[in-house]
């Protein structure tokens, strides 16, 4: 892990070689998803911070536009929120999402992540989930981290860094 924290209580993040912090949380359903279930593939996991709000919409919505050629590409996607697996299934179903979201409520693997702390919102300092990114590859390493990501827009760029658009 690389250390970029200027204070105490910024995260610690996570950088290319590191291995992914495994986790298993409850998905919208209530069921238990493990990122080491994964193992063999390369795993998208991003970070958000609240479903059902336009941001984070966004992000899903083309995260779900994009899952198919990602699974072709061999890569899976988990979606991690602080919200509780009701909300994440109003969410779903609501906007018609195609991937994985799963509920860290108590935000111990948004924090492993280095995705909860200290950022810049409006221009003021709040403590919450930092937008973040992270390929995992087949072995469960970090290959890709991108912390304080927009959310329009990213699901494109993500393709083309990843050399699929």
Do not use: W
Not at 48 to 61: E, F, H, K, M
Request: proline fraction near 8%; include cysteine; hydrophobic fraction near 40%.
């Amino acid at each position: 892990m690389t250390d970029t924290a200027a204070t105490p209580d910024a995260p610690v993040r996570l950088s290319p070689g590191d291995p992914a912090p495994d986790f298993t949380l409850p998905d919208a359903d209530g069921t238990p998803v493990a990122l080491s279930a994964h193992r063999g593939r390369r795993v998208i996991v991003y970070c958000y911070p609240a479903a059902l709000t336009p941001g984070c919409t966004t992000q899903a919505v083309d995260f779900t536009a994009a899952a198919g050629e990602l699974a072709e590409a061999g890569l899976d996607i988990i979606g991690i929120s602080p919200d509780p697996p009701a909300k994440l299934l109003r969410f779903r179903e609501k906007e018609q999402l195609g991937i994985t979201l799963v509920s860290d409520v108590d935000k111990a693997v948004l924090k492993a992540y280095g995705a909860f702390g200290p950022k810049k919102l409006y221009g003021k300092e709040v403590i919450g989930v930092i937008r973040s990114t992270f390929v995992i590859d087949a072995d469960g390493r970090i290959e890709k981290a991108a912390y304080n990501v927009k959310a329009t827009g990213h699901v494109a760029k993500l393709r083309r860094d990843l050399g699929l658009a």
